[in-house]
């Protein structure tokens, strides 16, 4: 278990300066090159993206309704013209056969 303990140890006190972040600066226009490759390298993966064919849609599905049988009323209403004295009016009167 010692050897487990001092190796874990010796690795974190050789690895801590390297995963340790370091202070950003931008001295000699070194922000301006990071923003450059930054806007190629997005411009280069874009086209290479938007160049492929988009897939093809799925083939249609139409699945056909079961058949309703319905059975027709006795009576209906129908639409009947009539004059009523002064004018032709409409009403619905309701026939039955």
């Known amino acids: 278990m010692r050897k487990v303990a001092s190796t874990m140890l010796a690795v974190t006190l050789i690895a801590s300066p390297v995963l340790l ?4 600066r931008a001295e000699n226009g070194e922000i301006a090159a990071g923003v450059v490759g930054g806007l190629i390298g997005g ?3 874009g086209g290479a993206l938007a160049s ?3 897939p093809p849609p799925p083939p249609p599905a139409y699945y056909a309704p079961a058949p309703v049988y319905v059975e027709e009323p006795a009576c209906r209403f129908v639409r009947e013209r009539y004059w009523d004295g002064y004018d032709w009016r409409f009403r619905r009167v309701q026939v039955c056969d």
Not at 21 to 24: D, E, I, L, R
């Open 43 to 45: 411009a280069l993966l």
């Open 52 to 54: 492929r064919p988009a």
């Open 21 to 24: 972040p370091q202070p950003a």
